[in-house]
């Protein structure tokens, strides 16, 4: 007779060499592309933490929409070219780097798996490219700088106290990332109804129904939340959002609430004080585009934060080309939401990118089996892109323009305007 899944989860507890890898290390091999992570995800993770990682706000219309966006372009190949020496490396931000990725901020990282931050960013110190820390991450960032390495940025959200975030920004400057990523799409808090539900909100609310969830996934319940419990007593706080000491535990339990008086001023604030690479995060409207070039960030990221603030946006890979002709040659472009495949990733940098990040790819992967199924994740976009580099009739990512995508006649009607 089976045992009951919480026995199978204590079992595998004292069996396993190391928690964080409760027989699942090896598991990831087996995903042929990013879907098969998602379903090893959604089958580790309770069903509360997989809807947060993988869903989008209100009806998903957003979110769908990115990836029928993606579907819609198609890709122009040229042919009879000698592709045997591809390479898809790039310079971002003058920094040379393996593929044409970054891994963008995901806050739930930590809670999916036992120091998930440091684990994507590892994945990401292998495969050549930036990894972004969120700034709800669970572990204190020197500690994923150092035990990560590689290019790390950080990735800011402004809470109510502006003066509080910028004491952040200052310990960012001081533990040495190479980028900070401002997030401005967020003023208000997104409407996932699905959240409110399962109880996946802040402050956690601890449920009949959230047990039996844990329960029925053993290997989340003790390899990550276990390990929590018994290396630290508890699940994890926000070691990395400076809340001030005279904060009453009243204005501490609301100090998450997003800022929503921010305007332009404030990324100028930023820009006097932040004395590296600087990144507007959450931009689709090319005038916006222009005023963060104005305001003298050196990079943007097209995003629409894969459907999850404001489900009738624009997609990105809609609003990429106009961005691109307002401010390509001033500033650098990251693309973001909705990119699965290697050919997606191609139909970014046709379209005037200089780089794709990924959100869920990786989180599904880490997720799935840590640090080896986020490296999983990326493995299987590297050679999705290779190969698609190769039926492209492409030897680098240079050389790709707008010759090499077909748009769709119904395009929305903000790119045709400009185009
Ligand atoms: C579960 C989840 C958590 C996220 N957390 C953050 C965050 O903390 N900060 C942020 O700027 N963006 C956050 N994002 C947005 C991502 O950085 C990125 O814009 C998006 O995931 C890209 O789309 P993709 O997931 O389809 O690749 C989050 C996205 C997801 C799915």
């Not at 806050?107 to 931050?117: D, I, M, Q, S």
């Amino acid at each position: 007779m089976a045992s009951p899944p919480c026995l199978a989860g204590v079992g595998m507890l004292f069996s396993a060499r190391r928690w964080g890898d409760v027989g699942v290390a090896d598991l990831s091999r087996k995903a042929l592309n990013i879907e098969d992570l998602r379903q090893m995800a959604r089958r580790r993770l309770t069903k509360a933490l997989f809807e947060f990682s993988d869903r989008g706000s209100e009806d998903e219309v957003a979110m769908r929409d990115n990836r029928a966006a993606l579907d819609r372009i198609k890709l122009m190949p040229r042919i009879l070219n000698d592709v045997s020496g591809r390479d898809p490396a790039i310079t971002l931000f003058g920094k040379p780097q393996a593929l044409p990725l970054v891994i963008g901020p995901t806050g739930p990282a930590g809670f999916v798996w036992y120091r998930g931050e440091t684990a994507l960013a590892r994945a990401a110190a292998t495969a050549g490219i930036p990894y972004t820390l969120s700034s709800t991450g669970n572990t204190p960032m020197e500690k994923i700088l150092s035990h990560g390495g590689g290019t790390q940025w950080y990735q800011l959200y402004v809470w109510h106290d502006v003066e509080a975030s910028l004491v952040t920004v200052e310990r960012v400057r001081e533990a040495g990332f190479e980028a900070l990523m401002v997030t401005v799409d967020s003023p208000a808090a997104n409407n996932r109804e699905f959240d409110i539900r399962n109880g996946a909100v802040f402050p956690p609310r601890v449920t009949v129904r959230g047990a039996m969830d844990s329960l029925r996934h053993p290997r989340w319940l003790v390899g990550t939340l276990g390990r929590y419990v018994l290396a630290e007593r508890g699940m994890p706080g926000f070691p990395n959002v400076h809340i001030p000491d005279h904060y009453t535990p009243e204005q501490r339990q609301g100090f998450l609430a997003r800022n929503d008086t921010l305007t332009w001023d404030f990324l100028r604030r930023v820009r006097d004080m932040w004395p590296r690479t600087l990144i507007v995060k959450g931009i689709l409207h090319p005038g916006d585009a222009v005023m963060a070039a104005d305001c003298g960030a050196d990079g943007i990221v097209v995003s629409n934060h894969a459907g999850n603030t404001n489900d009738a946006a624009l997609t990105p890979i809609d609003a990429l080309p106009a961005v691109v002709d307002a401010v390509g040659d001033r500033l650098t472009i990251i693309v973001d939401s909705g990119f699965r495949r290697g050919s997606d990733v191609l139909k970014g940098l046709a379209l005037g990118a200089d780089a794709v990040a990924v959100g869920r790819a990786t989180l599904y992967g880490v997720s799935a089996a840590g640090e080896a199924g986020a490296s999983r994740a990326l493995q299987i976009l590297e050679a999705e892109i290779h190969r698609t580099m190769g039926v492209m009739g492409l030897t680098d990512l240079q050389s790709i323009s707008r010759d090499h995508v077909v748009l769709p006649p119904d395009m929305p009607v903000y790119e045709r305007r400009i185009a």
